[in-house]
């Protein structure tokens, strides 16, 4: 008979900082031996990002700064899940318009990522987008404007994955996946499906 699991039971939490998009906080955690062992955790808003694939097969992706890695990076379209009480489908679309100009008639769940779970909530849900269309683009930031659009066919993209010069988590898995989707050897979940993992920690703080 197998014996029951451990409940890792926080015992005590401090928060060490509460900043726009993120807290960090020390858990007390109960530990199998019986003693208690500290957890760093840094709570995220979560956030969504879109595989975008046009009737050519071609995919949206943006060359953007990212100041943790000190560089440009070439990533998919994506933005936090800020707004309380709003599908993450939803959120989707909002940032898909801002970030590239484009809406899509057709959304699929492709991926749910989990960052780095040993020390973080956050999770990016995945969307695959078709039946693309041009819209305005409203710019929200300084970072916005200056991120560079530019088109690849789905194939390239995921060679750019493979060779290293994508590196972006949710971006590497939810370009595999997309390949996987249009190939005809999976299906993907309904935009509405389930999000287990969506964050919660966080936004509750805010209200």
Known sequence: MTSPRHDFRTVSSEDVHVGKILALRVDDVEMPGGGTAKRE????????????????????????YRHPLGR???????GLLDHDGEAPVVGARRELAEEVGLAAEQWH?????AASPGFTDEVVRVFLARGL???DRDVQGEEEADLEVHRFPV??????VLAGDIVNASSVAGLLAAREVLDGRVEPRPADAPFRDKPTRFVARKK
């Not at 440009?72 to 994506?78: F, T, Y």
């Not at 769940?109 to 990522?113: H, R, S």
């Open 155 to 160: 194939e390239e993209a995921v060679q750019m």
């Open 133 to 135: 269309s041009e819209v």
């Open 41 to 64: 955790v840094v709570e995220h808003t979560g956030a969504v990002a879109v595989v975008a694939v046009d009737a050519e097969g071609q995919v949206t992706l943006i060359h953007q």
């Open 109 to 113: 769940v492709l991926v749910d990522v």
């Open 72 to 78: 440009h990076l070439w990533e998919l379209p994506a």
